[in-house]
């Protein structure tokens, strides 16, 4: 069983989740407005995780499918520290996946406002990529952007197609990629939120299997 870990907010993920998976397990925190990079949002984090441990643990896999509290490494380790069972962090997967490509040069496509699609160019640039390019759909909270035309999204990667970067980001588990994987496919490597989380809990279900 997959435990899926995600803000009361996002109402997109679990069900494409869902799509690909039988067995999974969906378990809500609040949601905080911030980026949960301080000590005392980390806290806060910790403690809600650890008020679910026991459900999460019921899953093979467990997956944090946010990124409050884990945009640097500090907060990553903490999260694994708190569960004895393989864990996927939805920050941690798209930086592996994007390095895995050999991609230095990025378009980043986001579903966000301004500021906040400024900082996920600063955090990308705080990883070492370069964004060469990006597009930010100007929507503002976890409704707006579940809503998000998905005609949208695939205008947008195709702007990015035409680009020169290595690779093409599309941020945000809230935003339905899953079932629109093909429609963006194109001469760059597309990688989205949810696709790098997949691509991570394959590699553990394979492992398992050949173990």
């Known amino acids: 069983m997959l435990s899926l870990i995600v803000s009361e907010e996002n109402t997109v ?14 378990i809500y925190m609040k949601y905080y407005p911030g980026h949960g990079n301080t000590k005392a ?11 679910v441990k026991g459900q999460a643990e019921k899953g093979d896999v467990i997956v944090y ?19 004895s069972k393989p ?19 990025l378009f980043l ?17 705080d990883f070492g990529f370069n964004v060469i390019g990006s597009i ?7 409704k707006a952007i579940a809503s998000t035309p998905r005609e949208l999204v695939v205008e947008a990667v195709r702007v ?22 093909e429609e963006l496919n194109g001469r760059i490597d597309v990688v989205t939120a949810a696709s790098a989380i997949v691509d991570e809990v394959k590699k ?8």
Request: glycine share 6%.
């Open 160 to 181: 990015a197609q035409m680009s020169s970067a290595d690779a093409i980001y599309v941020a945000c588990t809230i935003l339905s990629t899953l079932p629109i994987l």
């Open 65 to 83: 499918a946010r990124s409050y509290g884990v945009f640097y490494e500090e907060g990553m380790r903490e999260i694994r520290r708190i569960f």
């Open 109 to 125: 496509v986001t579903p966000y406002n301004q500021k906040r699609h400024e900082y996920e160019i600063k955090w990308l640039r």
């Open 13 to 26: 993920l679990p069900r494409d989740i869902e799509a690909a998976y039988k067995d999974v397990q969906t």
């Open 136 to 142: 930010a759909l100007g929507r503002t909270g976890g």
């Open 87 to 105: 864990v996927v962090i939805s920050t941690e997967a798209i930086i592996k996946r994007l390095r895995a490509l050999g991609a230095k040069d």
């Open 204 to 211: 553990i279900v394979n492992l398992g299997n050949h173990s």
């Open 41 to 51: 949002e980390r806290i806060r984090m910790t403690n809600e995780l650890l008020s």
